[in-house]
C-alpha cells in the first residue's frame, strides 16, 4: 500500500545527543513536510521542501535539520540545539506544494529526553 | 495575519444526535480550508477541504463543513454522530507563500467525545 512511514514509532535522546527522525513515502508526492505536535498547540511547521535537493525554513526551524536527497526521502535531525524536544514529531507530504493539495501524514514519531 | 481559531476545546455528544465542530479562521486573499482528524497515537487524515464553488462541502466517513465567507467560519458538521467519531479534530487553512507554495495552519485542536 502506498504512504507514509515513519519511524522509529518512539524515540529517547539523552542530552546533548542528536538524533534522526526517518520519514520514507511512496506516493511519488514532491513536496514533503516536517511538523512538531504539542499538547494544546495544533501542529506548527519546521521544514518543507518541495523538491528533491531544495528545502525551507517553516516557523519553528531553531535546533532542526534536514536533508532531501531523494525524492522519497526527507530526515529530520533533532540537534542538541534544540532545547524542548520532547513532542510529537509528523511527517507529511503532498504531491505538489500547491494551495490545492491535502497533505498525507505518516503515524508520528514520539521523542521524549532521558 | 493568518490564522485559525477553534474555540472549543471539546465537544460532547450522544451517539445519533448531530455533531458541530467550530472553526473560524483569518486570512488574507481567498481561503483554502481544509479538516483533518487524528486518532491516539496516530498521524492526521484528511476529511474534506473547501477551495471554491458550494459552501456546503462533502468528506469522508460522512462529514461535511459549511463555508461561510461573511462569518469566516468553516464548522465541521455530521448529521448522526458514532461512538468512532471520537477523536481529535483540526481545521487547518492554507495561506500563499507564492505562486506554486503553501503553508498550512492549523487550529490547536477540538477533542470530540461521543458517548453511547
Known amino acids: 500500500d502506498g504512504g507514509i512511514t515513519q519511524s522509529p514509532k518512539y524515540l529517547f535522546r539523552k542530552e546533548g545527543q542528536n538524533v534522526t527522525l526517518s520519514c520514507e513515502q511512496n506516493?511519488?508526492?514532491?513536496?514533503m513536510y516536517w511538523y512538531r505536535q504539542d499538547p494544546g498547540q495544533g501542529l506548527r511547521l519546521i521544514y518543507y521542501?518541495?523538491?528533491?535537493?531544495?528545502?525551507q525554513k517553516g516557523d519553528i526551524a531553531e535546533g532542526y535539520s534536514v536533508s532531501r536527497e531523494k525524492k522519497e526521502s526527507f530526515p529530520l535531525t533533532v540537534t542538541s540545539a534544540q532545547k524542548n524536544p520532547t513532542a510529537f514529531y509528523l511527517c507529511?507530504?503532498?504531491?505538489?506544494?500547491?494551495?490545492?493539495?491535502?497533505?498525507?501524514f505518516g503515524d508520528g514519531t514520539r521523542l521524549s529526553i532521558l | 495575519a493568518q490564522s485559525v481559531a477553534q474555540p472549543e476545546d471539546q465537544v460532547n455528544v450522544a451517539e445519533g444526535n448531530p455533531l458541530t465542530v467550530k472553526c473560524t479562521y483569518s486570512?488574507?486573499?481567498?481561503?483554502?480550508l481544509f479538516w483533518y482528524v487524528q486518532y491516539p497515537n496516530r498521524g492526521l487524515q484528511f476529511l474534506l477541504k473547501?477551495?471554491?464553488?458550494?459552501?456546503l462541502v462533502k468528506g469522508s466517513y460522512g462529514f461535511e463543513a459549511e463555508f461561510n465567507k461573511s462569518q469566516t467560519s468553516f464548522h465541521l458538521k455530521k448529521p448522526s454522530a458514532l461512538v468512532s467519531d471520537s477523536a481529535l479534530y483540526f481545521c487547518?487553512?492554507?495561506?500563499?507563500?507564492?505562486?506554486?507554495?503553501?503553508?498550512?495552519?492549523f487550529g490547536q485542536g477540538t477533542t470530540l467525545q461521543v458517548k453511547p
Open positions: 473547501y477551495i471554491t464553488g458550494d459552501n
Open positions: 506516493l511519488n508526492h514532491d513536496a
Open positions: 507529511a507530504s503532498s504531491i505538489k506544494a500547491g494551495p490545492n493539495q491535502p497533505q498525507h
Open positions: 487547518a487553512v492554507r495561506y500563499t507563500i507564492s505562486s506554486n507554495t503553501g503553508k498550512l495552519i
Open positions: 521542501s518541495q523538491i528533491v535537493n531544495d528545502f
Open positions: 486570512v488574507s486573499g481567498n481561503p483554502y
